[in-house]
């Protein structure tokens, strides 16, 4: 069974604070994605990534940044934490190609404060 | 891009009778739509999906349509149970390249299943 996992399941920071989620899965996955998701908007990609070394900005990229040194983990960082950051974050990843559904991580419930 | 409307945002039904979700696509060269099931508190789950080149697909009380000449694809739940209560999101692949493409989700529809 895949599993991605992320290591906060809920987290308080500050404004102003550099803020690290990560995201493992455990199926030698490709494919690794940020999506945030807020009432009423759904799921939005703020990041993405295809290989090791690679990441490309999604629908919403600012104020995030990412980092994938290994296959298997995918980092997303907030570089000064802002109120309007305050979130689910939800990391998935796929097998490579069009063609593959998602399998997501439980997701983590940032408040910026 | 891609662009995924989805309706209706809310849904409430009866035990028993069947629901009904309705998705439309903007990116013709879509070829992959599945649907996740998002129950609260917990992520989503991939529960059925279909590809271009099928029309219908379907898995015990659930089933998928797709039309391709209009762009949308529907998710129909016969005989539904309390436990179908979730936020339910549609989604579809937009193409960055080669082989490679990103899911574009809709913006949710919460089903609410009521004994």
């Known amino acids: 069974d895949v599993k991605v996992t992320q290591s906060s399941r809920y987290l308080v920071k500050r404004t102003g604070e550099k803020v690290f989620l990560e995201c493992v899965q455990d199926?030698?996955?490709?494919?690794m994605f940020w999506y945030r998701q807020d009432p009423g908007l759904g799921l939005r990609l703020i990041y993405f990534?295809?290989?090791?070394?690679?990441?490309e900005k999604g629908d919403i990229p600012e104020g995030y940044s990412v980092s994938r040194e290994k296959k298997e983990r995918f980092s997303l960082i907030l570089e000064s934490a802002s109120t309007n950051q305050t979130s689910m974050y939800l990391c998935?990843?796929?097998?490579?190609?069009?063609?593959?559904?998602?399998?997501f991580g439980s997701g983590t419930r940032l408040t910026v404060v | 891009g891609e662009n995924v409307e989805q309706h209706p945002s809310t849904l409430s039904v009866q035990e028993g009778d069947s629901a009904v979700i309705k998705c439309t696509y903007s990116?013709?060269?879509?070829?992959?739509f599945p649907w996740y099931k998002q129950e609260l508190g917990k992520r989503p789950q991939l529960i059925i999906d279909i590809r271009s080149n099928v029309g219908e697909k379907k898995d015990q009380r659930i089933a998928v349509t797709l039309n391709k000449t209009a762009k949308h694809f529907s998710l129909h739940i016969t005989e539904t149970q309390p436990e179908d209560s979730a936020v339910y999101f549609c989604a579809a692949i937009m193409n960055y390249g080669g082989s490679q493409g990103n899911l574009i989700f809709g913006k949710g529809t919460k089903l609410s299943v009521k004994p």
């Open positions: 998935a990843s796929s097998l490579q190609g069009v063609r593959y559904g998602y399998t």
């Open positions: 990116d013709s060269a879509s070829n992959y």
């Open positions: 199926m030698d996955h490709e494919n």
């Open positions: 990534s295809y290989d090791v070394k690679m990441k």
